[in-house]
């Protein structure tokens, strides 16, 4: 889904305020977070994850893999914190991204 940057901004502002509620620790992103980042994101639409310390490379990949293969798009990252949305199928509520 293509998002305009007023979208965006909407969307940063909503989570501003919002704990991370994945953490990605030692053991990376594998198959198990993958899934329960796809459940979140369909529950939510709107998700906070916390990554690893990495440098800057890593950080951009592991967050284009996320972005990736959960379909979802990323918002914002900033630290160890990166924001993704994905809409959800049905009964979404952010409806005013249309």
């Known amino acids: ?6 979208q965006i901004r909407f969307l940063r502002s ?3 305020h919002l704990k991370p509620v994945i953490l990605i ?3 990376g992103f594998h198959q198990a977070v993958c899934d329960e980042i796809d459940n979140n994101l369909e529950y939510h639409e709107l998700l906070k994850i916390r990554i690893p310390a ?3 490379d890593q950080k ?4 284009q893999k996320i972005a990736t ?3 979802s798009d990323l918002i914002h990252s900033i630290g160890h914190i990166g924001v993704f949305f994905r809409k ?3 009964d979404s ?6």
């Not at 889904?1 to 007023?6: A, E, K, N, Q």
């Not at 509520?93 to 249309?98: D, V």
């Open 69 to 71: 293969q959960t379909e």
């Open 14 to 16: 909503k989570a501003h």
């Open 1 to 6: 889904m293509s998002l305009t940057s007023s």
């Open 93 to 98: 509520a952010f409806n005013t991204l249309k």
């Open 88 to 90: 959800r199928k049905k």
């Open 54 to 56: 990495l440098d800057k």
């Open 60 to 63: 951009k990949q592991l967050l």
């Open 25 to 27: 620790g030692n053991n």
